[in-house]
């Protein structure tokens, strides 16, 4: 009988305890999210390291509250303090996770220290394209073009190769690169690709002075390449980010291709001839 009141006191108060964590994470987590949507007021506030250390605080406060429920069992009443020992942690953390686990942790901390991107960016890895969500403990969230979440561990991460597109300068240059036929005019054609980049209301001006002194065009455009089948032009239009660009782009190749066809200037396709033998 007295074992039985003993055992039900044991789990009353890791109940308690239990209960009291769940809680205590909850709140301690809206309270954060409160901080940062007036943070993110600011739009030049770099919410990438708040966010992290908002996961890191409830994670401490999950694994403290696992500790103490321990303790008041006898028979993890050893494992309880080594939880809540310093040195302890680690190597619990370390015997019970797995290495990759451990190492996206790790990952996690050198990404929020060295900033290879922060949250908002706009990135590229493995081919995967998107903005970063969240950076949290063990993983990276990025929402692509079509409102998908790619989630790719931090440990995967750290050894790839990164394009961020916001990292010091936002500005975005997109080439636009057309074959035009042999017989068609190329002065004409590079004519038509520099006035519907410079007329399109996406365009940036990123000439300095001294280029303007100096009377650089506004829209460069060039022959490139003389290919087997047609003459390769290419011109650099810039936007003022990405997303701009990208529009941009897809407006102009409608707006060159119409133009060009009342010019009478031809884009050659692929030909084949197959000649039969009876």
Same mark, same amino acid.
């Given at each position: +009988?007295?074992?039985?009141? %003993?055992?039900?006191?044991?789990?009353? &108060?890791?109940?308690?305890?239990?209960?009291?964590?769940?809680?205590?994470?909850?709140?301690?987590?809206?309270?954060?999210?409160?901080?940062?949507?007036?943070?993110?007021?600011?739009?030049?506030?770099?919410?990438?390291?708040?966010?992290?250390?908002?996961?890191?605080?409830?994670?401490?406060?999950?694994?403290?509250?696992?500790?103490?429920?321990?303790?008041?069992?006898?028979?993890?009443?050893?494992?309880?303090? !080594?939880?809540?020992?310093?040195?302890?942690?680690? !190597?619990?953390?370390?015997?019970?996770? !797995?290495?990759?686990?451990?190492?996206?942790?790790?990952?996690?901390?050198?990404?929020?220290?060295?900033?290879?991107?922060?949250?908002?960016?706009?990135?590229?890895?493995? =081919?995967?394209?998107?903005?970063?969500?969240?950076?949290?403990?063990?993983?990276?969230?990025?929402?692509?073009?079509?409102? =998908?979440?790619?989630?790719?561990?931090?440990?995967?991460?750290?050894?790839?190769?990164?394009?961020?597109?916001?990292?010091?300068?936002?500005?975005?240059?997109?080439?636009?690169?057309?074959?035009?036929?042999?017989?068609? =005019?190329?002065?004409?054609?590079?004519?038509? +690709?520099?006035?519907?980049?410079?007329?399109?209301?996406?365009?940036?001006?990123?000439?300095?002075?001294?280029?303007?002194?100096?009377?650089?065009?506004?829209?460069?455009?060039?022959?490139?390449?003389?290919?087997?089948?047609?003459?390769?032009?290419?011109?650099?239009?810039?936007? %003022?980010?990405?997303?701009?660009?990208?529009? +941009?782009?897809?407006?102009?190749?409608? !707006?060159?291709?119409?133009? &060009?066809?009342?010019?009478?200037?031809?884009?050659?396709?692929?030909?084949?001839?197959?000649?039969?033998?009876?």
């Amino acid at each position: +009988m007295i074992d039985y009141i %003993k055992d039900f006191r044991i789990g009353f &108060f890791v109940a308690i305890i239990l209960i009291t964590t769940i809680i205590l994470g909850a709140v301690t987590d809206k309270i954060l999210r409160y901080f940062l949507y007036r943070k993110l007021s600011d739009k030049e506030y770099d919410a990438t390291g708040f966010k992290f250390l908002k996961h890191l605080i409830i994670t401490v406060i999950y694994i403290l509250g696992i500790a103490f429920a321990l303790i008041q069992i006898p028979e993890f009443k050893i494992i309880g303090h !080594s939880f809540l020992a310093g040195a302890g942690v680690i !190597s619990i953390v370390a015997g019970l996770a !797995s290495q990759q686990a451990l190492s996206n942790i790790v990952s996690g901390i050198f990404l929020v220290i060295f900033k290879p991107f922060r949250i908002n960016d706009k990135i590229t890895i493995n =081919n995967f394209v998107g903005t970063v969500e969240d950076i949290n403990l063990r993983q990276v969230v990025l929402k692509d073009a079509e409102n =998908n979440r790619i989630i790719i561990p931090n440990s995967v991460i750290s050894n790839q190769i990164i394009v961020n597109t916001n990292m010091h300068d936002t500005k975005c240059c997109k080439i636009v690169e057309i074959g035009i036929g042999y017989e068609s =005019n190329v002065e004409k054609a590079l004519e038509i +690709m520099q006035d519907e980049i410079a007329k399109h209301p996406l365009f940036i001006d990123t000439r300095t002075a001294e280029n303007k002194k100096q009377k650089t065009p506004l829209v460069v455009a060039r022959v490139v390449a003389l290919a087997d089948s047609s003459v390769t032009l290419k011109a650099w239009a810039w936007a %003022k980010n990405s997303t701009d660009g990208f529009v +941009m782009y897809c407006d102009l190749l409608q !707006s060159i291709k119409k133009r &060009f066809d009342e010019a009478e200037i031809d884009i050659p396709y692929p030909q084949r001839v197959v000649t039969l033998k009876k």
